[in-house]
């Protein structure tokens, strides 16, 4: 069988304290089909911009390591690429939508000036042939007057229109995997809704593979095909969305879909999760969320013979870690 486009295998980072080099990515493995959206989910802290940072080679090297594990695009290994080759993937193979257009779009620069320079690296054309692209990518987004906006400056252009900016960079060459930040959070409801349309159009049309980082599960059900869950550096769960949405398959899954707010009812309180995500260097031993879960037993707190909880693949192609999957009936979002 053909490997996914996108393939996180057995993935450990660290970062440098002044303690020592303390792991935040702990095993982590996914992949991503082409064509498919798969989004990362959890709270803050729970390692899913650490991921998306690997993927693309963009954590500070003097504080930071991969130890273990593989990334690999469309087959290609990309742990331990050297710096000058990973810079020519990434805007062309790979690109990233980061989650705040205003500080990842530079001020003193037109924005057609800005694609036209990710076209020109990637595509060695002309400075025309780069002009005439970047107004193409800006009208393929929505952004009308197309070729007079490419004139204009970041802060001459609204919040939505300054992330479609940000979509049309991302998808200037015609990349294989896009990688969206979280790109929706500072947006309202109308312009989140028209930038989820436009990412999914763009999939659709282009057949472009898409890891959307995301805390909210409402975008994940309306965008993504599956979804990964991250815990404390972990994945916990991995499942087709409706399957998640139905049943999910890890406490912590169960505790992020109640605490959704469009499934609390108005006369009632916003359900929450207590405690908060343990900070690397000081997991619990045994299952990470033991502390905040519901459900815990001793076994739990205990893990398995290292002291750690290993995933369990389930049927149908899911993955849990947890200790109880089997026994244990998790409430869904129905």
Same mark, same amino acid.
Not at 205 to 217: I, K, N, R, S, Y
């Given at each position: 069988?053909?490997e996914?486009l996108l +393939?996180?295998?057995?993935?450990?980072?660290?970062?440098a304290t002044?303690?020592?080099?303390?792991?935040? &990515?702990?095993?982590v493995?996914?992949?991503?089909?082409?064509?498919e959206? #798969?989004?990362?989910?959890g709270?803050?802290g729970?390692?899913?911009?650490?991921? !998306?940072?690997s993927?693309?080679?963009?954590l500070?090297?003097?504080?930071?390591?991969?130890?273990?594990?593989?990334i690999?695009l469309?087959?290609v290994e990309?742990v331990?690429?050297?710096? *000058?080759?990973? $810079?020519?993937l990434?805007?062309?193979e790979?690109s990233m939508?980061?989650? $705040?257009?205003?500080?990842s779009?530079?001020p003193?620069?037109?924005?057609?000036?800005?694609?036209?320079?990710v076209?020109?690296? *990637?595509r060695?054309?002309s400075?025309r042939?780069?002009?005439?692209?970047a107004?193409?990518v &800006?009208?393929?987004?929505?952004i009308?007057?197309?070729?007079?906006r490419?004139?204009?400056y970041p802060?001459?252009? !609204?919040?939505?229109?300054?992330?479609r900016v940000?979509?049309a960079?991302?998808?200037?060459?015609?990349?294989?995997v896009?990688?969206?930040?979280e790109?929706?959070?500072?947006?309202?409801v109308?312009?989140q809704a028209?930038v &989820?349309d436009?990412?999914?159009?763009?999939?659709? $049309?282009?057949?472009?593979?898409? #890891?959307?980082v995301t *805390?909210?599960?409402g975008?994940?059900?309306?965008?993504?095909d599956?979804? +990964? #869950?991250?815990?404390?550096?972990?994945?916990v769960e991995?499942?087709q969305?409706?399957?998640l949405y139905?049943?999910?398959? *890890?406490?912590?899954?169960?505790?992020?879909?109640?605490?959704?707010?469009q499934?609390?009812?108005?006369?009632?309180?916003?359900?929450?999760i207590?405690?908060?995500t343990?900070?690397?260097?000081s997991?619990?031993?045994g299952?990470?969320?033991?502390?905040?879960c519901?459900?815990v037993?001793?076994?739990c707190r205990?893990?398995?013979?290292?002291?750690? +909880?290993?995933?369990?693949t389930?049927d149908?192609?899911?993955l849990?870690r947890? &200790?109880?999957v089997?026994?244990? #009936?998790?409430?869904?979002s129905?």
């Amino acid at each position: 069988m053909t490997e996914p486009l996108l +393939v996180v295998d057995g993935l450990e980072v660290q970062f440098a304290t002044e303690d020592g080099w303390v792991t935040v &990515l702990d095993k982590v493995s996914f992949s991503v089909e082409r064509g498919e959206t #798969v989004g990362l989910v959890g709270e803050s802290g729970s390692g899913k911009t650490v991921t !998306s940072l690997s993927i693309l080679g963009l954590l500070p090297r003097e504080s930071s390591r991969v130890t273990a594990g593989s990334i690999r695009l469309d087959g290609v290994e990309l742990v331990g690429m050297p710096k *000058h080759k990973l $810079e020519l993937l990434r805007g062309d193979e790979i690109s990233m939508i980061f989650q $705040e257009p205003m500080t990842s779009l530079d001020p003193a620069f037109r924005v057609g000036d800005q694609i036209a320079e990710v076209v020109r690296r *990637h595509r060695g054309c002309s400075r025309r042939q780069a002009w005439a692209r970047a107004v193409e990518v &800006l009208t393929t987004v929505g952004i009308p007057h197309a070729e007079t906006r490419a004139r204009s400056y970041p802060h001459e252009f !609204s919040g939505g229109m300054r992330q479609r900016v940000m979509i049309a960079m991302a998808l200037s060459c015609e990349p294989k995997v896009i990688i969206a930040d979280e790109p929706t959070t500072a947006l309202d409801v109308t312009i989140q809704a028209q930038v &989820l349309d436009l990412l999914r159009a763009m999939r659709d $049309e282009f057949g472009t593979a898409v #890891v959307f980082v995301t *805390h909210d599960l409402g975008v994940v059900a309306d965008i993504c095909d599956r979804a +990964v #869950v991250m815990y404390a550096g972990q994945v916990v769960e991995q499942a087709q969305i409706d399957d998640l949405y139905d049943r999910p398959r *890890h406490p912590y899954t169960e505790a992020l879909l109640s605490a959704m707010p469009q499934l609390t009812a108005r006369s009632g309180r916003l359900a929450t999760i207590p405690g908060a995500t343990p900070p690397a260097g000081s997991m619990p031993t045994g299952c990470r969320f033991h502390p905040r879960c519901a459900h815990v037993v001793d076994e739990c707190r205990e893990g398995d013979r290292d002291g750690r +909880v290993a995933a369990r693949t389930l049927d149908g192609g899911g993955l849990s870690r947890c &200790l109880r999957v089997g026994d244990l #009936v998790l409430k869904g979002s129905a």
